[in-house]
């Protein structure tokens, strides 16, 4: 893949070194009403496409920057259903314990009249 990658970027600066040869000539470009910028067609097209470069890397770093939020707050919610989770085995086992405490007492009395008959 880094390969690929390579290629693909060495291509485009080849590309983009051809084209800045040949177009030199000075272009005005008007950026804001009254604000008029002129310099050659080459350069004026690398700075658009660094200005891209630059705001795509800045949207992945936004979109990487939710997701890493976003999985905080799913770890957080899974934590707290897997302590909740812990809190109830834990009632169950104790609500067991008193059941079966509850029902010696009872069978021993029984065993108990048994015996008297």
Known sequence: MRQINFLVI???????ALFSLENTTPVAIQVVGGVQVEAPLSIELIC???LG????WMFSIWARLLGYLSSRRVVSQIQTKEQRIQELQQ???RYKVELEEQQLPALSAA?????GS
Do not use: N, P, R, T
């Open 53 to 56: 470069g630059v705001l795509a």
């Open 111 to 115: 065993e108990s009249v048994k015996e």
């Open 91 to 93: 009632d169950v086992e």
């Open 10 to 16: 060495f291509a485009l600066c080849l590309v983009l």
């Open 48 to 50: 658009a496409m660094g």
